[in-house]
């Protein structure tokens, strides 16, 4: 089964960026389709961005569109979130999650679909 590290987050300005990694552990990070939740304060846990196992496929949340890209390398058994123009209603912990899929096209938004999750990293956008 995948362990999953992340890392990378940090404070930073409005309008700033930051990349996100997400380091796996074990053998089926290449099989496992991909995704980064966050948890706003005081909120529940909300889709940001996944990516299918070969990376052929993305799919992002509304808030995110435009800004945020989702990527995977899957030799470094590492799935990425850029964060560009970021904005203080982007200050979060940020957590990555990874489930075993069989269709290599599959695209998973829901938090419940997964089930191998990340201790998070906190993001925090200063205005």
């Known amino acids: 089964q995948v362990q999953l590290v992340e890392s990378g987050g940090g404070l930073v300005q409005a309008g700033g960026s930051l990349r996100l990694s997400c380091a796996a552990s074990g053998r089926t990070f290449s099989r496992s389709a991909m995704g980064w939740f966050r948890q706003p304060p005081g909120k529940e846990r909300e889709f940001v961005a996944a990516?299918?196992?070969?990376?052929?496929?993305?799919y992002y949340a509304d808030s995110v569109k435009g800004r945020f890209t989702i990527s995977r390398d899957n030799a470094k058994n590492t799935v990425y979130l850029q964060m560009n123009s970021l904005k203080p209603e982007d200050t979060a912990g940020y957590y990555c999650a990874a489930q075993l899929a069989y269709d290599s096209g599959s695209v998973l938004t829901d938090h419940y679909k997964y089930n191998t999750w990340g201790q998070g990293t906190q993001v925090t956008v200063s205005s």
């Open positions: 990516i299918s196992r070969s990376g052929g496929r993305r």
